[in-house]
Antibody, heavy 120, light 112 residues
Framework: EVQLVESGGGLVQPGGSLRLSCAASGFTFSSYSMNWVRQAPGKGLEWVSYISGSGSAIYYADSVKGRFTISRDNAQNSLYLQMSSLRDEDTAVYYC?????????????WGQGTLVTVSS | DIVMTQTPLSSPVTLGQPASISCRSSQSLVHSDGNTYLSWLQQRPGQPPRLLIYKISNRFSGVPDRFSGSGAGTDFTLKISGVEAEDVGVYYCMQATQFPLTFGQGTKLEIK
């Protein structure tokens, strides 16, 4: 069974930093591209970042480019999101999501999410 | 960026009656590999999103057959043949043809 478990969320002041983690199990982690998607309170879904299985291809939403860094450790079956220069508008539940299959581009599996609150 | 526009944004439906949600993209979603990466996701209250339909019309594992997807190019539709109480939530279309991945605004399905 595919499982994705996010952690690392919490309360942080504007301008601060936070590192989110996503622990994966139930599949060959290195074979799958991964994504971070966020959802501000009461709002819709916003894609944040993508990383290929090998880590060689990375993309970011313009809203986080230069502030957030996605990475992965295939030996540890883990995905990360390093967030810095945080703003109020980064407040959201952050989900990690796996590509459906290595060749089919969609968000087939989702974690439960971790809440990040940016506030002074 | 590809803009995804859903209609309606709210859909009150009687139990057992059909429901339909439309999604239009600002440009063609046909990928260079020939596939169209248009998905539909369901988000029940307090839950993470769940994949329902991928590549326009393919039901994901475990999705009831009352859910169906159709369309091509820039116009797509999600249909529920007979709404059940467990279908309450917000439905999103999403394109994964091109980065950045983008979502529709969401359509709230509620029971009349």
């Amino acid at each position: 069974e595919v499982q994705l478990v996010e952690s690392g969320g919490g309360l942080v002041q504007p301008g601060g930093s936070l590192r989110l983690s996503c622990a994966a199990s139930g599949f060959t982690f290195s074979s799958y591209s991964m994504n971070w998607v966020r959802q501000a309170p009461g709002k819709g879904l916003e894609w944040v970042s993508y990383i290929s299985g090998s880590g060689s291809a990375i993309y970011y939403a313009d809203s986080v480019k230069g502030r957030f860094t996605i990475s992965r450790d295939n030996a540890q079956n883990s995905l990360y999101l390093q967030m810095s220069s945080l703003r109020d508008e980064d407040t959201a539940v952050y989900y990690c999501a796996r590509w459906h299959t290595p060749m089919v581009r969609n968000l087939g599996y989702w974690g439960q999410g971790t809440l990040v609150t940016v506030s002074s | 960026d590809i803009v995804m526009t859903q209609t309606p944004l709210s859909s009150p439906v009687t139990l057992g009656q059909p429901a339909s949600i439309s999604c239009r993209s600002s440009q063609s979603l046909v990928h260079s590999d020939g596939n169209t990466y248009l998905s539909w996701l369901q988000q029940r209250p307090g839950q993470p999103p769940r994949l329902l339909i991928y590549k326009i019309s393919n039901r994901f594992s475990g999705v009831p057959d009352r859910f169906s997807g159709s369309g091509a190019g820039t116009d797509f539709t999600l249909k529920i043949s007979g709404v059940e109480a467990e279908d309450v939530g917000v439905y999103y279309c999403m394109q994964a043809t091109q980065f950045p991945l983008t979502f529709g605004q969401g359509t709230k399905l509620e029971i009349k």
